[in-house]
């Protein structure tokens, strides 16, 4: 896949390079701040980009911010945010309505290459990746949205945050796939989400957690 990238630290950066270019992958260019990623962005529409939340001048939010016009101007593109930090405001805004190939990792819960290579690949191809912490971060203030649901739905709520299928949910819980699919509807019912509008109920279930 062709990606770019945009992280403050050289060592992580070249580490990123590196690791993927030895996977086969194209890091079309590497970036030390958002803005020469986006001023290249136009031009290279690369598949996935992955960059830092905290970046060059202000160290605050320059990366989140910087997702979130990458996901308004070019939707096509996959990306990866990976960073020690989670940004509440700006991350719900880029999950969004229709949150698809978007994943947040934490960079000190990432154990191992397999599970960065995986994260990417599935990024790539529409899926939405979600670190645990991170869900657990932006749904902190929403423990009153909570009291519809069992015990045993916000579990399954939450690893489908994680982007997690219903036999990924199923292999977790060690259930089976088709209590799983039993609880998903319960949450969209209890949620009151129907199938319609093209929207996913297993993104909107999240969302409606996020917004509440």
Same mark, same amino acid.
């Given at each position: 896949? %062709?990606?770019?990238? /945009? !992280?403050?630290?050289?060592?992580?950066?070249?580490?990123?390079?590196?690791?993927?270019?030895?996977?086969?992958?194209?890091?079309? &260019? /590497?970036?030390?701040?958002?803005?020469?990623?986006?001023?290249?962005? &136009?031009?290279?529409?690369?598949?996935?980009?992955?960059?830092?939340?905290?970046?060059?001048?202000?160290?605050?939010?320059?990366?989140?911010?910087? &997702?979130?016009?990458?996901?308004?101007?070019?939707? !096509?593109?996959?990306?990866?945010?990976?960073?020690? #930090?989670? !940004?509440? !405001?700006?991350?719900?805004?880029?999950?969004?309505?229709?949150?698809?190939?978007?994943? #947040?990792?934490? *960079?000190?819960?990432?154990?191992?290459?397999?599970?960065?290579?995986?994260?990417?690949?599935?990024?790539?191809?529409?899926?939405?990746?979600?670190?645990?912490?991170?869900? %657990?971060?932006?749904?902190?203030?929403?423990?009153?949205?909570?009291?519809?649901?069992?015990?045993?739905?916000?579990?399954?709520?939450?690893?489908?945050?994680? +982007?997690?299928?219903?036999? +990924?949910? /199923?292999? /977790?819980?060690?259930?089976?796939?088709?209590?799983?699919? *039993?609880?998903?509807?319960?949450?969209?019912?209890?949620?009151?989400?129907?199938?319609?509008?093209?929207?996913? %109920?297993?993104?909107?279930?999240?969302? %409606?957690?996020?917004?509440?």
């Amino acid at each position: 896949m %062709r990606v770019m990238l /945009a !992280e403050d630290s050289a060592l992580l950066r070249e580490g990123i390079r590196s690791l993927l270019t030895d996977e086969g992958h194209d890091v079309v &260019a /590497a970036y030390g701040s958002a803005d020469g990623l986006m001023a290249r962005l &136009a031009a290279e529409r690369p598949d996935v980009v992955v960059l830092d939340v905290r970046m060059p001048p202000t160290h605050t939010d320059e990366g989140v911010r910087a &997702a979130v016009q990458i996901r308004d101007r070019w939707p !096509e593109v996959g990306i990866l945010v990976l960073s020690q #930090y989670v !940004e509440r !405001e700006f991350t719900q805004v880029l999950l969004g309505d229709d949150a698809r190939a978007v994943g #947040y990792l934490l *960079k000190d819960r990432v154990m191992g290459v397999d599970d960065f290579l995986d994260a990417l690949e599935r990024v790539r191809v529409g899926g939405l990746v979600l670190d645990p912490d991170v869900v %657990r971060q932006l749904f902190r203030d929403t423990s009153h949205a909570l009291g519809v649901l069992t015990e045993r739905e916000r579990e399954v709520l939450s690893l489908m945050a994680e +982007g997690r299928t219903n036999a +990924g949910i /199923a292999a /977790a819980l060690f259930v089976s796939t088709s209590a799983v699919e *039993k609880h998903s509807n319960a949450i969209f019912d209890k949620l009151g989400l129907v199938a319609e509008g093209g929207y996913s %109920r297993r993104v909107l279930a999240v969302l %409606r957690w996020l917004e509440s």
